[in-house]
């Protein structure tokens, strides 16, 4: 499933995506972000396929939208407008909505809209020497990708705000104590962790992590009683399903669940 800037590579349940372009740090161009389209759009589809990791090859993660492309389809007349709501959009919609958990693993810089799309997955490892960089205020712009909503809900406006205005590295150790990174590891073990970590987790029950998920992701918009009164009916749909009656009985077996 190689593309031209991607490398996607499957062993279920988990499949690996890596940003390709290694010698711009994985900047975005308009095929990266085509190719990124089209690539969570058949995971999701995937049923073999319950977690998935999002990486970039070489020295970082990625160092944002590519400034030097000069030819794009973008709307001539609102490119950045186009480029963020046609092309980057669907791919962090489709983070957010799908029903899998999306793990960031994230070495070296990961700036700009790739700081967004770092910080939009469900979870992040993040090796000693990487870093979260909203770097748009060095080019005079606003932070986009949903990144201001994303820095304020990790750390609070005030420190987002200096973050983001002075384009301040956030390194590993303030991205754990923030909550922004779920782990931190030596920069030679980033894969092994972050792969051993996704292979424990797609152990678990779809179901569990799916709807979990979905809640989790609803409650950021919605009240503590909304949240209870879905969560109600969540767990109304899915008790007694196969995956409840197959856990609770390895439960009394003293065994590992089997979720086929």
Partial sequence: MNTETLQINIESPIAT???????????????????????????????????????????????????????????????????????????????????KIVIAAINGPAAGIGAALAMACDLRVMTKSSYILSVFSNIALVPDGGLNWLLTRFLGYAKALE?????????????????????????????????????SLAKRSPQALSNTKRLMRDSLSKSYFETFKQEAEIQ???????????????????????FD
């Fill in 236 to 258: 109304n749909e899915i008790f007694g399903s196969s995956e409840h009656r197959e856990a609770v009985q390895a439960f009394f077996e003293k065994r590992q669940p089997k």
């Fill in 163 to 199: 973050f983001a205005i002075e384009a301040k590295k956030i390194d590993s150790q303030m991205c754990l104590d923030f909550g922004i990174a779920n782990k931190v590891v030596e920069d030679n073990k980033l894969l092994e962790e972050t792969y051993s970590w996704a292979n």
């Fill in 17 to 99: 995506v890596t940003l390709n372009r290694p010698n711009v740090l994985n900047a975005f161009n308009e095929q990266l972000v085509l190719d990124l389209q089209q690539a969570f759009k058949s995971l999701t589809e995937d049923e073999s396929v319950r977690v998935i990791i999002l990486t970039g090859s070489g020295k970082g993660f990625s160092a944002g939208a590519d400034l030097t492309e000069r030819e794009a389809s973008w709307d001539p007349d609102c490119p950045s407008k186009d480029a963020l709501l046609r092309g980057y959009m669907p791919i962090f919609n489709d983070i957010v909505e799908m029903p």
